[in-house]
């Protein structure tokens, strides 16, 4: 099982040999850390697996150029959303031909400027789309690779705002009308078509959801193939979760490989993932300052100075992290909300835990390498967090905190 004991990473209060109450005062807070070396350990679980699939690192998990230079590095393609992403995988060295394009709304600016770099894949997720591509590939005489995005209606049993493979989601293709889209899109100009995909959700942390899925897309691409229309890959999507309590059994990335590879049942399709959360996830620690304590009618709160602008998912998914206190770690007997210093009630990181603080202790918010700072904001005009990547016993500032100035550098008196 995919399960991790956030504090195991921590011996005398260090990731690695690196103190993170040195980082803390050498940096400020709120800062967020990552152990590269977990996230290379985690990335290898699904590269090495004796089935090599195809790995397409999902990008807006985490896009910091220092990770996805690594990420790179270490034998991983990358999934996109917007051109803005695939500029970043290019700008950290990764490749065009490893890039699969995923969205529900590409626009004509950037198919056209995907197409002229030369990414690996284009998942097609409406009739619409795969029009505008055939005119625009047809326009630049490129031939556009392309699966379509298929939506299984799998429910990811995850949060409501995460979960994409059901039929009144957005996403994808309703699966009664692929046949008929491949069929046209096999007769299209500039149209190449490689490949089937789908992706259910995020956090998912059974493979049920994904075996289900994959049993609509196999017996789809058969169909497909046994009409003379190459379906060469296969693409899961990504979506397999972390442990967030301590209590919870999850997956791991060898677990979802062999349960796929069996249902494949000896076929000849190549297996294509699009992980983030999985691999970045519990690489991450959020840093953060006790500013004080308040106590108020019966109840206390902790106030730190990290807010939900630093790390919204608390707020926007109701999930809550783990918590330490760094300073005083043994003292858990005393029952409070942790809280940050926007003008919101929904500021909030959890309700009635067990946590004893006091003013300037530092607290680690464990498992928040994945959609924290990538969804991080200045709401309030706060400054965004320093980000730092350790790798083999070595601390490495990969995005200084933010300053005043950046808060006003695009806008127009």
Not at 231 to 248: K, S
Request: a neutral charge; glycine letters at 8%.
């Amino acid at each position: 099982m995919h399960n991790t004991d956030y504090w195991r990473m921590l011996k005398d209060d260090c990731i690695q040999t690196v103190n993170l109450e040195k980082l803390a005062k050498e940096y400020g807070t709120p800062l967020y850390v990552y152990d590269g070396d977990i996230i290379k350990n985690i990335l290898s679980a699904y590269i090495n697996h004796p089935q090599k699939p195809y790995i397409h690192y999902a990008v807006k998990a985490n896009s910091n150029l220092s990770l996805l230079s690594h990420i790179a590095k270490w034998g991983a393609g990358f999934d996109i959303v917007s051109l803005g992403e695939l500029k970043r995988v290019l700008k950290a060295g990764g490749q065009a031909k490893s890039v699969v394009f995923s969205g529900v709304a590409k626009t004509d600016e950037e198919i056209r400027e995907a197409l002229k770099l030369g990414i690996g894949c284009f998942n097609v997720e409406s009739e619409s789309e795969l029009y505008r591509l055939s005119i625009i590939a047809t326009e630049l005489k490129i031939s556009a690779p392309i699966a379509f995005r298929i939506n299984p209606d799998v429910d990811a049993q995850t949060h409501p705002y995460i979960s994409t493979g059901m039929k009144d989601n957005k996403f994808g293709i309703a699966l009664e009308n692929a046949e008929k889209l491949y069929q046209t899109a096999s007769e299209l100009s500039g149209i190449n078509i490689i490949g089937i995909g789908c992706h259910i959700g995020s956090q998912i942390t059974t493979l049920d959801p994904f075996i289900k899925a994959f049993r609509s897309l196999k017996t789809l691409a058969d169909k497909l193939s046994a009409q003379g229309i190459n379906i060469r890959h296969i693409d899961i999507g990504g979506g397999l979760g972390i442990q967030m309590q301590a209590e919870q059994q999850v997956p791991g990335p060898a677990e979802l490989v062999n349960a796929l590879y069996q249902e494949m049942g000896g076929a000849s399709y190549t297996l294509h993932l699009q992980p983030g959360r999985s691999i970045v996830g519990n690489s991450g620690l959020l840093l953060s300052r006790v500013i004080g304590i308040k106590k108020q009618s019966e109840k206390t709160f902790i106030m730190l100075d990290a807010a939900m602008n630093d790390y919204i998912r608390p707020a926007l998914y109701q999930a809550v992290p783990q918590m330490r206190n760094l300073n005083q770690p043994n003292l858990t007997n005393h029952q409070a909300d942790i809280v940050g210093p926007v003008c919101e009630t929904g500021d909030t990181f959890a309700k009635n835990i067990n946590l004893f603080a006091e003013e300037g202790d530092l607290i680690a918010l464990a498992g928040v390498g994945a959609y924290g700072m990538s969804m991080s904001s200045q709401y309030n005009s706060r400054l965004r967090p320093a980000e730092i990547f350790i790798y083999q016993n070595k601390a490495k500032l990969i995005r200084k905190r933010d300053v005043f100035e950046q808060l006003w550098e695009n806008e127009i008196i």
